[in-house]
């Protein structure tokens, strides 16, 4: 069974280390797919693709080094407010690191009532580079 059509993808972006530590800086994009999975199921298949890439949160700290970090932002319209899953994403609005690869896909897209462009408006984009192909 197809789990996923990818329907747009972003460049990709070096950007700033988050949080505390000292580290490489990471490379953020961001995909729009249509999948028949329910955002349950789609988080699960996520984190088994981190899995595989050799990511073990037991070993890891918060916003420390990690090999890949899948994310969901935004399913539909849906809102879901768990620990295990959150829809949108509640540190969406605070992200430019998600909200520039996002804008540039979907700048349109309102999400909880704000479009993405506004909201990337409002951030600092500072130290965010996008990486061409050459
Ligand atoms: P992180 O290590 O920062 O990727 O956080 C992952 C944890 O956040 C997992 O335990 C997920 O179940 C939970 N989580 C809650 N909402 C989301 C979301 N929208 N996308 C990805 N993980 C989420």
Not at 96 to 120: H, Q, T, W, Y
Request: aromatic share 6%; glycine share 6%.
């Amino acid at each position: 069974m197809t789990q996923a059509a990818l329907l747009a993808r972003s460049s990709d972006y070096v950007t700033p280390p988050w949080g505390d530590l000292e580290q490489a800086p990471f490379i953020n994009a961001c995909v729009e797919i249509d999948t028949p999975l329910d955002p349950h199921a789609l988080l699960f298949v996520l984190q088994k693709i981190e899995a595989k890439f050799g990511r073990d949160r037991a070993k890891e700290l918060r916003w420390g080094p990690r090999t890949l970090d899948l994310d969901l932002i935004a399913y539909d319209d849906v809102s879901i407010q768990k620990p295990e899953l959150t829809l949108p994403h509640p540190r969406l609005f605070e992200r430019a690191f998600v909200l520039v690869p996002l804008a540039e896909i979907s700048p349109d897209r309102a999400i909880g009532g704000r479009s993405v462009a506004s909201a990337l408006a409002g951030l600092s984009t500072d130290g965010i580079e996008r990486l061409t192909d050459d």
